[in-house]
């Protein structure tokens, strides 16, 4: 006999997003991977920092995380 499958999680969502306890969705900056030189100090530290997505992308990344909810 089968066993019925479950929700799985996304892996490439689980990578890119952290989910705080508040329930809150954390997102990484873009920008960050390379030709740093070019950029100042300022907004170095600006993309090194997580940032809390928006509240209309919250709901389809959380589906895709089952288990974090």
Known sequence: MRRPRGNKTRKA????????AT???MRSHAGK????ATKNAKRRRRLGSAAVLS???TYRITQNLPFSH
């Open 13 to 20: 969502v689980a990578k890119r997003f952290k989910i705080t």
């Open 23 to 25: 329930g809150k969705v």
């Open 55 to 57: 509240e209309t992308d």
């Open 33 to 36: 991977r390379h030709l740093l």
